[in-house]
C-alpha cells in the first residue's frame, strides 16, 4: 500500500493523491453511496494533417456512424448513456479491422451534457472548439495505428466544421489516458471536483461558478470551457 501511494505522490502529486485515497475510503464507508471525483479539462490542438505514417494503418477501415447504427453497436456502454449522447448531438467513428470493430471515439461540436456527473460543459461556436469524449481501443489492437487512425477520422472532420482545439474532461487519477492526451500535445485548461451523495451534488471548480450545489439536472453547473481553452492559449484575461 505505501509502494502504491508512493508511486501515486510521484506521478500526480500530494494534492490528487490525497483526493486519491479520500475518494477510495468516502466510497468503502459509504459502500459507494457518495462518490468523489475529479477531471482536468484539457485542451488539445487539432493537427492540419494525418498522425498515422504514411502506409501505415491502411487495412483498418474507419467511418462515422449514424444515430441509427448507434443502437445495434456493441460500444460496451448502457444504452441509457448511449441514448443520453445521442439526444444531446454527439457524433463517433468507427475503427473495423477485418470486419470487426476495433475501436471507437466520440465527439461533440456543441455543449456536452455530462452523463456521469452534473455539468454542462459549454462550447461557443465563434471559439473554434470541439469537445472528444470515450475513445476506446480493443487490448488486442493496441499495438497497431487504431488509436491514431481514429484520431486521423475525427481530426479530419473537426477541420471540416473549423475547429481547431478539442477539449475534454479526464479523470485526474487516470494516468494513462492523462499521458496519451499529452503525447498528442493536450494541456490542463481548468479542473473540477464533485462529490455526489444521493441527489445532491457539490462541485468546486477552477473557474466560474467556482462553488456550485446542484440538486437535479435542471441545476446543473455550467462551465465555459472553451472560452477559457481560447483565452489560456491567446494569453488573454478571462472576465469573470
Known amino acids: 500500500m505505501f509502494a502504491e501511494l508512493s508511486r501515486l505522490w510521484a506521478m500526480i502529486g500530494p494534492l490528487d493523491t490525497f483526493l486519491f485515497v479520500l475518494s477510495r475510503l468516502v466510497a468503502k464507508l459509504t459502500r459507494g453511496r457518495v462518490q468523489l471525483l475529479k477531471y482536468y479539462i484539457t485542451a488539445q490542438p487539432v493537427p492540419a494533417g494525418p498522425l498515422t505514417p504514411a502506409r501505415r494503418g ?3 477501415v474507419v467511418i462515422e456512424g449514424t444515430p441509427e447504427q448507434a443502437h445495434g453497436t456493441p460500444f460496451g456502454r448502457p444504452q441509457a448513456a448511449i441514448e443520453h449522447r445521442l439526444r444531446h448531438g454527439a457524433r463517433y467513428v468507427l475503427a473495423h479491422l477485418g470486419g470487426r470493430l476495433v475501436g471507437f471515439q466520440w465527439f461533440t461540436l456543441r455543449d456536452c451534457v455530462e452523463d456521469e456527473v452534473r455539468c454542462v460543459f459549454q462550447l461557443s461556436p465563434g471559439d473554434r472548439c470541439a469537445w472528444d469524449f470515450d475513445i476506446f481501443v480493443e487490448p488486442q489492437a493496441r499495438a497497431s495505428p487504431v488509436f491514431l487512425r481514429l484520431w486521423d477520422a475525427t481530426n479530419a472532420i473537426l477541420r471540416d466544421h473549423d475547429v481547431d482545439l478539442t477539449l475534454s474532461r479526464i479523470n485526474a ?3 494513462a489516458s492523462m499521458r496519451a492526451h499529452a503525447r498528442l500535445g493536450a ?10 451523495a444521493g441527489r445532491l451534488q457539490m462541485s468546486v471548480l477552477s473557474s466560474r461558478p467556482w462553488l456550485h450545489f446542484s440538486l437535479s439536472p435542471s441545476t446543473a453547473p455550467v462551465v465555459a470551457v472553451s472560452r477559457i481553452a ?3 492559449k491567446t494569453g488573454t484575461h478571462v472576465s469573470e
Open 58 to 60: 491502411q487495412s483498418i
Open 173 to 175: 487519477f487516470n494516468q
Open 187 to 196: 494541456e490542463p485548461v481548468g479542473w473540477g471536483v464533485f462529490l455526489l
Open 230 to 232: 481560447r483565452a489560456r
